[in-house]
């Protein structure tokens, strides 16, 4: 887990919540027990500031920042992905994206990384599906048609040609495999601070998933689909080790 990454997962998991922000020493703690140090966490700061995600800010305990609406938008939006609670009821229409092409490779391949990493996948180059549509697209410098529609043929394989869901069920699979010995390897008397840690790496890994599964409509899934034991693992982990991990960021703000 690199810094950016974690201060990402940082403000999105805890620090939403107690007002989106932080002083710059709490920050450096907070990520020691993911063994990430202080000049990564600066580093990563000022990289988040210059891309609009932080603003500096004035606070009790010292120099600190706080989430931008931007970065706010994007926290919500992830989290309701990431803790959406069951099965998210689809309408039965897509939402479709018709882009004007992008001559320049950069700023092609990082649009297609904001538009995957939004739940949305290719059907061609200038056309993109995903199963709703996101409220961030406006954040995107996108020049693009948008509609939402019931398309003809078997919606079951136009989700299958759109995304590879082989891929994705296997991606589960590992998953799953991994958080098992992750979680099985933390002792009953474990300290909050390793529980915290332990913690950032199951959320952070299950984050994952935001570029690869959009939360694809259950009745078109096929049937024993992986992601669903995944994600009942995930809640039941992430929800009981959340009092010690909170109770550490707590412990860590305040003092």
């Excluded at 649009?111 to 990493?117: E, G, T, V």
């Excluded at 398309?151 to 699979?173: F, H, K, N, S």
């Amino acid at each position: 887990m690199n810094a950016r990454a974690a201060l990402f997962d940082l403000y999105g998991d805890h620090l939403r919540s107690r007002g989106g922000q932080a002083s710059v020493a709490a920050l450096v703690r907070l990520l020691a027990p993911l063994e990430i140090a202080a000049p990564a966490v600066r580093t990563a700061i000022s990289r988040m500031v210059r891309q609009g995600w932080l603003d500096p800010v004035r606070l009790p305990q010292g120099p600190g920042y706080a989430a931008t609406p931007k970065c706010v938008r994007r926290l919500d939006e992830a989290a309701a992905r990431v803790y959406r609670g069951g099965t998210i009821t689809w309408p039965g229409r897509w939402h479709l994206l018709v882009i004007e092409p992008v001559r320049d490779r950069t700023r092609r391949e990082r649009l297609r990384a904001h538009l995957s990493f939004l739940g949305y996948a290719p059907l061609s180059e200038t056309t993109w599906i995903g199963p709703r549509a996101s409220a961030e697209l406006d954040q995107l410098d996108l020049h693009a048609d948008r509609f939402e529609a019931v398309l003809d043929g078997d919606p079951v394989d136009l989700l299958a040609r759109a995304w590879d869901l082989d891929a994705i069920g296997r991606a589960y699979e590992e998953w799953l495999a991994g958080a098992r010995p992750l979680i099985d390897g933390l002792p009953d008397d474990s300290p909050d601070d390793q529980v915290f840690a332990v913690r950032s790496r199951l959320v952070h890994t299950w984050r994952n998933f935001l570029f690869r599964d959009p939360g694809l409509p259950a009745a078109l899934l096929p049937s024993g689909w992986p992601g669903d034991k995944a994600r009942a693992y995930f809640e039941q982990e992430a929800s009981r080790l959340m009092p010690q991990a909170a109770a550490f960021v707590e412990r860590t703000l305040t003092s």
